[in-house]
C-alpha cells in the first residue's frame, strides 16, 4: 500500500481520511452526531443513494457517464408503487418489473452509444428528461401513491434490524472471507513466482477488520442495531467488489477504462463491456429508487429528483473512483455515500439552511476531483521515470 501510495495511486485513503476530519469536526460542533441512534439512521439513509452511487461507479470506470440515474430511480419507484398499489399485483411482481424496466433502459444506452457512437453525456442527459417525463405519466394526476405501511418492503426499509447474534455472526464471516480469499490470492502469486503477503500480515489484516466490525455492531447495537436495508448495500457492494476484482469481466471494465484501443487490440469486446456497466448502473438506479420508495413509503413527483442525481455522482467521485476511467472500487460508493450523508446529517443537526450543505458537499467533490488529478499525474509522472 505504501508503495502504490509512493506511486501516485492513493485508494481509499485521501477519502478515509476527509471522513475522519469531517466527523471529528462535526462532533466537536454536536455531541449528538456520532451518538448510536444518529448513525444508526445515517446508515439507513445512505444505503439508496449508495446503491445508486454503486451502478455510478461501474460507468465511471470505462470512463463514461450516467447523468439519468436520479430520473431511472423516480421512475421505479413510481412503476412499483402503480403495480403494487394501483394494480394490486404481488409486491415481488411490481419489484421485479421495476428492476427489469432500469436493466431495459440502461441496454437502450449501450446500444446508442455502441451503435451510433452518441457520447454518454448527451444519452443520459436526454435520459434525465425523458424518464423524469414518464414519471410525471405514470404517477397520473394525483402525483404521489402511498405504499402500505404493514407491507414486507416498508418494513424492509423502515422497521427491519438485524439481530445481535446474526450481526456478530456477520462480522466474524467477514473476517474469516477477507482472510481466506487473501491467502489464496498470495498462494497464487507466489506460485507465479510473485511477491505476496505474509499469512501473518493477512492475518493481522483480519484480525483489525473482526474488531472494527465488532465494535461497530456493538455500538449500533445500543439504539437499533444494524438496519437490514443497510447490510443489504454491503451484501451488493461486496458482491461488485468480487465481480471487479476476482473476475475476467472486472479486469476487462478496468482495461477499457484505462485504455480502449489496447483493451480492443487485447481481444476484448469493448462494445459488450460498455452495455453491461450501463445495464448494471440503471439496474441499481431502479434499486435504489424501490428502497428510496420503500424508505419514504411513497413514490411521488420528487421521487428521485433534487439532489438525489449529484448525490449519486458525487458520492461515487469523493470515494476515489476516477473521472478519467480505469480506477476506483466499489468500496469507493460505501464510503463516498458516507461521506455524504455523514455532511448532510451533521449540518441537519447543526440546524444550518440546506444551502450550506450544498456548499460543503461542493467543496468535498472538488477537492476529491483535484486529488484524483494530482495523483493521475503523480502515476504518470512515476511511470516515466
Known amino acids: 500500500m505504501i508503495e502504490r501510495a509512493r506511486g501516485g495511486d492513493l485508494g481509499v485513503i485521501p477519502v478515509v481520511v476527509g471522513l475522519v476530519v469531517i466527523w471529528t469536526v462535526l ?46 430511480s423516480g421512475l421505479s419507484g413510481a412503476v412499483l408503487a402503480v403495480l403494487f398499489v394501483s394494480e394490486g399485483l404481488p409486491v415481488w411482481v411490481a419489484i421485479a418489473a421495476s428492476v427489469l424496466m432500469g436493466a431495459v433502459i440502461g441496454w437502450l444506452y449501450g446500444q446508442l452509444y455502441n451503435r451510433f457512437g452518441v457520447p454518454s453525456f448527451v444519452i443520459t442527459l436526454a435520459g434525465l428528461l425523458g424518464f423524469l417525463g414518464l414519471q410525471l405519466y405514470v404517477l397520473g394526476a394525483k402525483g404521489s401513491i402511498n405504499l402500505p405501511f404493514d407491507s414486507g418492503l416498508v ?43 505474509s499469512v501473518t500480515a493477512l492475518a493481522v489484516r483480519s484480525a483489525a477488520l473482526l474488531v472494527v466490525l465488532a465494535f461497530v455492531v456493538w455500538y449500533l447495537g445500543q439504539t437499533r442495531g444494524v438496519g437490514w436495508m443497510f447490510v443489504f448495500f454491503v451484501g451488493l457492494v461486496l458482491i461488485m467488489h468480487y465481480l471487479l476484482s476476482r473476475t475476467k469481466w472486472g479486469r476487462a471494465v478496468y482495461a477499457v477504462g484505462g485504455n480502449v484501443e489496447a483493451a480492443r487490440r487485447a481481444g476484448i469486446n469493448v462494445r459488450a463491456i460498455y452495455t453491461s456497466v450501463f445495464v448494471l448502473c440503471s439496474t441499481f438506479a431502479a434499486v435504489g429508487g424501490i428502497l428510496a420508495a420503500a424508505r419514504l413509503a411513497a413514490a411521488n413527483q420528487s421521487s428521485g429528483g433534487g439532489d438525489v442525481n449529484l448525490n449519486a455522482i458525487a458520492a461515487a467521485v469523493i470515494g476515489g473512483t476516477s473521472l478519467f476511467g480505469g480506477r476506483g472500487t466499489a468500496f469507493g460508493a460505501l464510503l463516498g455515500v458516507i461521506v455524504i450523508q455523514s455532511i448532510s446529517s451533521g449540518l441537519t443537526l447543526l440546524s444550518l439552511d440546506s444551502s450550506i450543505r450544498f456548499v460543503v458537499t461542493g467543496v468535498v467533490l472538488l477537492l476529491a476531483v483535484v486529488v484524483d488529478s494530482v495523483s493521475r499525474r503523480s502515476r504518470t509522472s512515476h511511470g516515466r521515470a
Open 27 to 72: 462532533q466537536l460542533l454536536n455531541p449528538i452526531f456520532l451518538s448510536s441512534a444518529n448513525l444508526v439512521n445515517l446508515t439507513l439513509e445512505s444505503a439508496a443513494v449508495g446503491i445508486i452511487a454503486l451502478g455510478v461507479v461501474c460507468v465511471l470506470l470505462v470512463g463514461q457517464i450516467d447523468l439519468s440515474v436520479g430520473s431511472v
Open 155 to 197: 418494513n424492509f426499509a423502515q422497521l427491519d434490524f438485524v439481530p445481535a447474534w446474526l450481526s456478530y455472526t456477520f462480522a466474524i464471516v467477514a473476517a474469516v472471507w477477507l482472510f481466506a480469499s487473501g491467502f489464496l490470492h498470495a498462494r497464487q502469486r507466489r506460485g507465479a513466482g510473485l511477491s505476496a503477503k
